[in-house]
């Protein structure tokens, strides 16, 4: 292993935002190449020096575990600005303001604003559940351009969702690079969502839900966005890596047993389980993308480091 | 050696902010100058300092900056900050109390 590969592999670990990652592997280089002169100054050859230097630096995972704790804590002020998107939701059916066009475009403005100010402003830990709400509107586009009558509906099959699965599939790319928990932060809602449009019932065709049910069901919806905002409350305030796969994994299957046990018999057995299929798929997804990222980029970086 | 490792863990942070507020310093020299000033007793290894470093950085104790030395490179220098200052006043009584104490009752009676 070489110093360069080392500093690599840290940066791969280290999941932060990309400032403060360039920062720190900045800092562990300078701190590297002090080191290593200090190391030949007391007469060590260059490869010496450089396998004494690693062996004393320790794991590069470790070291990066450890720094990433360090930043990973985000405040209380963060935390609410994350568990916003829930809350707002939450409010709209608890309140029952999800009957007024009004408010829904005024949330989906505000979570068009949100997304895109966090997306041009570093990709903070509080924008992906803003994002993941952002990205609602694409799917339900191409969802109701399905039942426009037959010529349209082939347009919207050969355009639109092809083009739409291009943006979705490159924001959730991009996301998994800065972080796979943040891509499984920004889907979090959807098997929730899911499980609610299945327990209001398709009537047959989409946009004919059944209103009265979903007037009926808004105060348990609210409440179930309520524990959604409070799951990532938590998940924006611990520190740990694994409390945070826990607490998404735990709330998530929570919240999914609160939408079967209030959509009283509507959800059958079967779908409650492939819900909870889709919810594992939607979390482990992208930790598995991430490491075919990874995987990719050193085979890239494999070369230029052996000729170091 | 793991007494001391636990006795180091719990005290990191009182020694980085000890020796941050005698002078900016940069990863390397803080390392150094704990071994220095301990006669060899404190070994840091980077995994332990440069977390501690961002943590206290992330609480708002010690402020970094890159800064040019002499010789043309660029160095990290944490500063501390005032908020650092009266935590450190706040972690120094803290200890001598309990120095204090433990050594009321470890220190052999004299006749």
């Keep these: 292993m070489t110093l360069s590969y080392y500093l690599d592999s840290i940066r791969d670990n280290l999941r932060l935002d990309l400032s403060t990652e360039r920062e720190v592997i900045r800092e562990l280089g300078t701190h590297i190449e002090d080191k290593l002169q200090e190391l030949k100054d007391n007469g060590l050859s260059e490869e010496e020096a450089t396998s004494t230097c690693l062996g004393l630096l320790g794991s590069a995972r470790l070291v990066a575990r450890q720094i990433y704790e360090a930043h990973s804590q985000g405040s209380w002020r963060q935390a609410l600005l994350a568990s916003a998107p829930h809350l707002l939701f939450g409010l709209l059916f608890a309140l029952n303001w999800w009957q007024g066009v009004g408010w829904l475009l005024v949330m989906l403005a505000l979570v068009l604003v949100a997304a895109i100010y966090g997306w041009w402003h570093g990709k903070p830990t509080w924008l992906f559940p803003w994002l993941g709400y952002s990205l609602l509107p694409v799917v339900g586009a191409g969802l109701l351009l399905l039942y426009l009558p037959t010529r349209w509906a082939w347009l919207a099959i050969l355009v639109y969702i092809p083009l739409a699965s291009w943006f979705l599939c490159s924001v959730i790319i991009q996301t998994i690079r800065r972080d796979w928990l943040h891509s499984s932060l920004m889907l979090f809602p959807i098997p929730v969502i899911a499980g609610w449009l299945l327990a209001i019932e398709f009537g047959g065709k989409f946009p004919e839900l059944s209103v009265q049910r979903l007037y009926d069901l808004a105060p348990w919806i609210g409440l179930s966005f309520l524990a959604l905002a409070a799951a990532v409350a938590a998940f924006v305030r611990s520190r740990q890596r694994w409390l945070k796969v826990a607490i998404l994994v735990v709330s998530g299957l929570l919240t999914l047993a609160m939408v079967a046990y209030y959509a009283e018999g509507r959800l059958s057995w079967p779908t409650f389980l492939i819900l909870i299929l889709v919810m594992f798929g939607l979390f482990l997804t992208p930790a598995l993308v991430e490491r075919r990222i990874r995987r990719r980029r050193v085979r890239r970086s494999a070369p230029i480091l052996a000729d170091s | ?111």
């Design chain 2, 1 to 111: 050696m793991a007494p001391r490792r636990e006795l180091m863990k719990v005290n990191v942070d009182s020694l980085l902010l000890c020796l941050i507020s005698q002078q900016p310093m940069y990863g390397y020299q803080i390392i150094k100058d704990l071994a220095t000033k301990s006669e060899g007793y404190f070994k840091f290894k980077e995994g332990t300092l440069y977390p501690a470093l961002h943590r206290l950085e992330k609480a708002g104790l010690i402020l970094g900056e890159w800064q040019m030395l002499p010789n043309g490179r660029y160095r990290r220098y944490y500063h501390i900050t005032d908020k650092g200052y009266q935590t450190l006043i706040a972690k120094r009584t803290q200890w001598q109390d309990f120095f204090t104490a433990m050594n009321l009752i470890i220190q052999p009676v004299r006749i």
